[in-house]
């Protein structure tokens, strides 16, 4: 499929994301977060079919031109990935032969200043992935001063989290990018010349937070182990210390690689056969691709095999 159009963002890590799914002709893989077409794009140049999920309605707009192009091999589901289980069943598929998920937020979207999750250009306080629910204007002028505080903490590691939450609330309401952008620099005493914003935590954090990023990661993982085959391989992009935590210990998990107990601390139940082989150490992106793409600057990948063995989780949708 070698007149596939060029995507308009660089996919962080492809080569070794592509290189990890080794993706042949004629299998079916599952893109839980589609975005620009990236991945999806190097999948189907190699011959596969492409089963592709994003909960953002422009992504699933905009690639149309690409179904077209794939003339049948390339199906695009608006819908969470962490719902894949339910998806795949609704069109009658029982198994793929790889999954790749690019955690957190796409390109497209910090690229548009309308989406409001970005402060490189002035837009309203929105956020949402999937245009629905709750805005970051609304949860930031609507919440007290301790949860927001909390959100800053857990899911942006600032450590004043505390005094920027006061700042929030003292300079409310907001309503642009801009002005929460001011008010956490302010806060935190940023001089221009640092190298890193400071408003970039507090940014990432609200996202998180009004997205469920880790929870839908976490169900995305259960969804994943129940819906490769044997052999099948996982593909896993993460931006942020915490999400890769997540990913790293389902698969310390599922590997059977947890400690054994021991005589002070015997094991709460027999062993389960593992279902995931993890097959490499994380993949960073060397300077090349830094230097290319900024992006990959945080990114970790982690690849693992399916085995034969049942999954584990039962239901999808628990945070396992």
Same mark, same amino acid.
């Given at each position: 499929?070698? /007149?596939?159009?060029?995507? +308009?963002?660089? !996919?962080?890590? $492809?080569?070794?994301?592509?290189?990890?799914?080794? +993706?042949?002709?004629?299998?079916?893989?599952?893109?839980?977060?589609?975005?620009?077409?990236?991945?999806?794009?190097?999948?189907?140049? @190699?011959?596969?079919?492409?089963?592709?999920? /994003?909960?953002? !309605?422009? @992504?699933?707009?905009?690639?149309? @031109?690409? %179904?077209?192009?794939?003339?049948?091999?390339?199906v695009l589901v608006h819908d969470r990935f962490g719902a894949m289980t339910v998806a795949l069943a609704a069109r009658d598929v029982d198994g793929v032969d790889g999954v790749t998920f690019d955690i957190g937020v796409?390109?497209?979207?910090?690229?548009?200043?309308? &989406?409001?999750?970005?402060?490189?250009?002035?837009? =309203?306080?929105?956020?949402?992935?999937?245009?629905?629910?709750?805005?970051?204007?609304?949860?930031?002028?609507?919440?007290?001063? @301790?949860?927001?505080?909390? %959100?800053?903490?857990?899911?942006?590691?600032? =450590?004043?989290? &505390?005094?920027?939450?006061?700042?929030?609330?003292?300079?409310? !309401?907001?309503?642009?990018?801009?002005? $929460?952008?001011? %008010?956490v620099r302010r806060a935190l005493g940023h001089r221009p010349h640092e190298k890193k914003d400071p408003a970039t935590r507090a940014f990432q954090a609200i996202r998180i937070h009004l997205n469920r990023e880790l929870d839908e990661l976490r169900d995305g993982l259960v969804a994943a182990e129940r819906a490769l085959k044997p052999g099948g391989r996982l593909a896993v992009v993460s931006f942020h210390s915490t999400e890769d935590r997540i990913v790293k210990r389902f698969l310390i998990e599922r590997s059977g690689a947890t400690p054994a107990g021991s005589r002070h601390m015997p094991q709460a139940a027999a062993a389960t056969p593992p279902s995931f082989e993890r097959v490499a150490k994380p993949v960073r992106a060397d300077e090349a691709e830094v230097a290319r793409n900024p992006r990959s600057r945080s990114a970790t990948l982690r690849v693992a095999h399916r085995t034969a063995s049942p999954p584990w989780s039962p239901v999808e949708g628990t945070h396992a």
């Open positions: 499929m070698s /007149d596939v159009v060029t995507a +308009p963002h660089v !996919p962080v890590l $492809l080569d070794a994301v592509i290189a990890g799914l080794n +993706p042949v002709a004629g299998e079916r893989h599952v893109d839980g977060t589609f975005g620009a077409g990236g991945y999806t794009r190097a999948l189907l140049d @190699a011959g596969a079919s492409v089963i592709a999920f /994003d909960r953002d !309605p422009d @992504a699933i707009a905009e690639g149309a @031109a690409l %179904v077209a192009e794939a003339e049948g091999r390339l796409s390109s497209m979207q910090i690229d548009r200043a309308e &989406r409001g999750f970005s402060f490189q250009a002035d837009g =309203p306080l929105d956020m949402r992935m999937s245009r629905e629910g709750q805005t970051a204007a609304e949860f930031l002028n609507d919440s007290d001063e @301790a949860e927001i505080a909390d %959100v800053l903490y857990h899911y942006g590691d600032e =450590p004043k989290s &505390r005094r920027v939450a006061r700042a929030i609330v003292a300079a409310r !309401p907001l309503t642009t990018t801009a002005e $929460l952008a001011a %008010v």
